[in-house]
């Protein structure tokens, strides 16, 4: 079936760096998307999300960056920090359908 | 108030015990779900429920039952497990199954079957 993929599966940044998690959607019709991230032990957190109508969303030193003509679903992090370190899954979901997860990509944050 | 809670955090049963998980939640999210989520995976969805009635079972063994007794509780009956079913049990809700809407998860229950 058609999965959420990503392109690195370990990232590491120095402290006070910006970070990129890429993420990779094979299913056209997904309308809705979301970035998790879940710390060792817990379940996963809802950081942002996005709708395919859009092309960009911020928060609060995340912004989510989607290309549907590649299919391409980004997380950037500003001025990341150690409490960032986690692996982080992006999901897709087609209207009404259920949630696709990616296989996550775990982010190490070197002081 | 975002939270999903479930218990117990962590459980250790044998292949022959039967044990419940729980998850409640209180945001008046209509839909429910469990999910399986082995080391180093990503979560799996296992049941969905939505306006308590079961609407999703994917393909998961009878030795695992869901039950939702109302809107804010759903629960995980566990019979007969297998060691291979050791893995972390997360717990999500969301506004309904009907749109596309944001899932909240639980912090999960650690089984450990032996």
């Known amino acids: 079936g058609e999965s959420v993929g990503l392109h690195l599966p370990t990232l590491s940044v120095q402290e006070g760096d910006n970070s990129i998690i890429n993420c990779a959607y094979s299913?056209?019709?997904?309308?809705?998307f979301i970035w998790y991230k879940q710390e060792s032990g817990k379940g996963p957190q809802f950081i942002i999300d996005?709708?395919?109508?859009?092309d960009k969303r911020q928060g609060q030193r995340v912004t989510v960056l989607l290309n549907k003509t590649v299919k391409h679903l980004s997380l950037q992090i500003a001025a990341t920090q150690p409490g960032d370190s986690a692996v982080y899954f992006c999901?897709?979901?087609?209207?009404?359908?259920?949630?696709?997860f990616g296989p996550g990509t775990r982010l190490s944050v070197l002081p | 108030d975002t939270e999903v809670t479930q218990t117990p955090k962590h459980l250790v049963m044998g292949m022959t015990n039967k044990k419940s998980l729980k998850c409640e939640q209180h945001?008046?999210?209509?839909?429910m779900y469990w999910y399986k989520q082995k080391a180093k995976k990503p979560p799996e969805l296992m049941f969905v429920?939505?306006?308590?009635?079961?609407?999703i079972n994917e393909s998961v063994p009878s030795r695992f039952s869901p039950e939702c007794p109302n809107s804010s509780l759903l629960n995980l009956h566990l019979h007969a497990l297998q060691p291979e079913d050791s893995a972390l049990y997360l717990c999500?809700?969301?506004?309904?199954?009907?749109?596309?809407?944001?899932?909240?998860f639980g912090p999960g229950t650690r089984l450990t079957v032996l």
């Open positions: 999500a809700s969301s506004q309904d199954h009907f749109g596309v809407d944001t899932q909240y």
């Open positions: 999901a897709e979901n087609n209207y009404g359908q259920n949630f696709v």
């Open positions: 996005i709708r395919s109508n859009m």
């Open positions: 299913n056209s019709a997904s309308d809705y």
């Open positions: 429920y939505s306006y308590e009635k079961l609407s």
């Open positions: 945001m008046g999210h209509r839909a």
